[in-house]
């Protein structure tokens, strides 16, 4: 069974940094695609970061361009997504997404690219 699992969610003051993990089992998670999505309330989910299969690679909503960085562990089969600078609206349930690739330097941030989806984990950013 294909699974990705998050961690690392929870409450954060603006400025503040979190960092999310994101392990896959039942599939070796750097021979796909990888991502990050997000989802607010009321809002449609939000594509903010994928890394090639190469590594090579990486991609960033401009919403967290220079705030967050994606990064993975080929022996630990999984991805993070550290968030540094945190702001309230980035508060959303955070998702870790894989796919296909097309290319193995290549990756995007919409829905279409990924069939597989975590459970999510919240994270909130307040005072």
């Known amino acids: 069974q294909f699974r990705l699992e998050e961690s690392g969610g929870g409450l954060v003051q603006p400025g503040g940094s979190l960092r999310l993990s994101c392990a896959a089992s039942g599939f070796t998670l750097h021979h796909q695609t990888t991502g990050w999505f997000r989802q607010a309330p009321g809002k449609e989910p939000e594509g903010i970061s994928c890394?090639?299969?190469?590594?090579?690679?990486?991609q960033y909503a401009d919403s967290v361009k220079g705030r967050f960085t994606i990064s993975r562990d080929n022996a630990k089969n999984t991805v993070y997504l550290q968030m540094n600078s945190v702001k309230p609206e980035d508060t959303a349930v955070y998702s870790c997404?894989?796919?296909?690739?097309?290319?193995?330097?290549?990756?995007?941030?919409?829905?279409?690219?990924?069939?597989?989806w975590g459970q999510g984990t919240q994270v909130t950013v307040s005072s």
């Open positions: 890394m090639s299969t190469s590594g090579a690679v990486t």
């Open positions: 997404v894989a796919g296909e690739p097309a290319d193995p330097d290549q990756c995007g941030i919409d829905v279409l690219d990924f069939d597989l």
